[in-house]
DNA sequence: AAACTTTCCGAAACCGCTTTCGGTCAGAGT
DNA sequence: ACTCTGACCGAAAGCGGTTTCGGAAAGTTT
């Protein structure tokens, strides 16, 4: 018989061929480089010196056939930007590092045959759990749960409660934002917000209005919906100011939105923050360092979404009984100069 | 013998409960499955019944183990912001999408340890080729040729000359900018570049430079070199417009840079692209869409690129002989409102 | 010195699948 | 009626590991 040519057949090397390297079993080779007790030191020695000889790499591919487990996650996302579910990769892998665990990434690009495509594929490479990763906060229709594996959703809930969904506070975020305004004494507050149809948006606005209600204040104006855009950024703060010129501070739906806003205030020669302070959403790092002063924002923590997601996972592949429901997660005010005056 | 309770056990299906309810043996339910010929069609459409049933899914770990190969490339990049590596996935994802291939992303971030032990994991997993992507377009350390499997280096070119590396043509790049400006009628033209440690800012620089010399025209002032940064654009706009005023185009080694310039344009009063043209380069979206005016820019193409990437790892894979060195991809002018006026 | 432990090793079963190869059996050829 | 083909199917041998379990050798007790 002919060996086939062509792929570059460089045959690796296998646990058989360093058992037989340092004169041993097969079976003592696997428990000599798993270190398992029951095998003497000397021997030991060998087996790991000769698997070195030879770089020897186990087939993980074999190990997990037998061990019914491949220590690998998937991570499902539709968010092809990759602001959210780049974070979240690194949260997640990290709190797997530690169980030498590796995430493996698919992206549906927003489209469901596709996603449904890579479900499958993970489910036919055994992945242990599944992470799915939405691109906005509105809830995204379940995968279903005859799924063999667990499964949490990130920053885009699932629409079946009994799932486990992580999702960022945003109704805390925007009290956050109020509430810092106030505490730069502030209190002709105005709000452009996203497009109305995203629950983000609505949930932001939430939180915001409830703050003001707290501190007895009123909003200025109308909370301006439209797009989450640099542009309407700029149209709406030149609408609300020309109409309520007594604003002192802006809370926007999104750190795009607030470039847009700082843009147009430095336009009208309105000084921020001394005369008007922005406030944005989202820390998105390119859009909120550069602008002119660098933008205050709520950041939600993406990072720590995907470590937590993560851990999540790991509890449930452990059989600990698994959580349901939507676990909104904390977010957090990240100060720079467009409300507290740069020194 | 007691089944460890715990993790959630529900024990998935196997070819040979397929075979059972079908009443063939495996050997004819794999067959079945496989669509290969030795089967009669009667059979056949039994065993895809029983299958579907029972929601039969193939174990990918089992066939790629006899298979000796995973339809799996390992996706290795350093690029936390995803802006290079998330076109690249789609592009070679589309690429491998016919052959049912799939993408194991990995992030270094950058660091040597991390990639080391994600190549590590790729190769236990077997994984069929990887394709390795820089953050910038500097040649990076080969990860040498020791490696059982094909290995192509996307935007970051392997330093080792007998890799093979796909990277943007930043000279072609900076020419094109130049061409462009000069086809607006423009001959006052300024650089605003960026890191000059970074072989990108300087090979975008030459060709701008060659460009310009074989239009018989000389830069105005020198380039400007600093960081890849919105602020540095406008500081150095600022300084090039009041020490040359006659300046009526500015290219720019970034779209971050081009944003800056625009921005000290505008404060400045000088109208673009009437007065003054510029342009930058990446094509980074959310920056060059939402400036005023948007953008014109170079993209470098990257899903191209990662779809390239994804057949050269195919023809490596099917034993055809390997390309060696670095190829420089073709880049594309995107035409937006910074230098042609918008009606 | 006999009996009993303990330590260390290896034969073999198995994970879920593909593939080879020999066997059956129906229909075709003579 | 008898061989000869094919077409179709199944037993069995792997793929590269892990793990069980029995046994040999060495050390401990009496």
């Not at 390297?21 to 398992?36: E, H, W």
């Not at 974070?87 to 709190?95: C, K, N, R, S, T």
């Not at 602008?291 to 996972?313: F, H, K, V, W, Y």
């Amino acid at each position: 018989m002919v060996q086939r040519e062509g792929r570059a057949e460089r045959r690796v090397a296998t646990l058989s061929d360093v058992a037989q390297r340092a004169g041993v079993s097969l079976a003592t080779a696997s428990k000599a480089l798993n270190g398992r007790s029951e095998v003497a030191p000397a021997t030991r020695q060998r087996v790991i010196a000769a698997a070195e000889e030879i770089s020897f790499t186990p087939n993980q591919l074999a190990r997990s056939l037998v061990e019914n487990r491949t220590r690998t996650v998937g991570l499902l996302t539709s968010d092809l930007e990759g602001r959210f579910v780049l974070p979240i990769l690194i949260g997640a892998e990290d709190a797997f590092g530690a169980g030498r665990v590796d995430v493996f990434l698919c992206d549906a690009r927003g489209d469901a045959v596709r996603e449904r495509h890579h479900l499958n594929a993970l489910l036919e490479r055994r992945v242990d759990g599944i992470i799915v990763v939405g691109r906005q906060t509105d809830p995204r229709p379940s995968l279903g749960h005859e799924l063999p594996v667990p499964v949490v959703y990130v920053y885009a809930p699932s629409d079946d409660p009994s799932d486990l969904s992580l999702t960022p506070d945003n109704r805390a975020g925007g009290r956050l934002s109020v509430e810092h305004l106030i505490a730069c004494g502030r209190s002709r507050i105005a709000y452009i917000s996203g497009d109305r149809s995203y629950v983000a948006a609505r949930d932001r606005v939430e939180g915001a209005l409830g703050a003001l209600d707290d501190a007895g204040l009123e909003l200025v104006g109308e909370v301006m919906y439209s797009e989450w855009s640099e542009h309407w950024g700029r149209d709406a703060a030149a609408m609300l100011l020309t109409k309520h010129p007594e604003i002192d501070g802006i809370v926007c739906g999104s750190d795009q939105i607030a470039r847009g806003a700082i843009d147009t205030l430095r336009d009208l020669r309105r000084a921020v923050p001394d005369d008007v302070v922005v406030i944005g959403f989202d820390n998105w790092e390119i859009l909120a360092t550069n602008s002119r002063p660098a933008l205050t924002t709520i950041d939600a923590n993406m990072q720590e979404l995907g470590r937590t997601a993560a851990q999540r996972i790991f509890e449930a592949i452990d059989g600990e009984v698994t959580e349901q429901g939507i676990h909104y997660q904390p977010v957090r005010l990240v100060i720079r100069g467009s409300t507290i005056e740069r020194r």
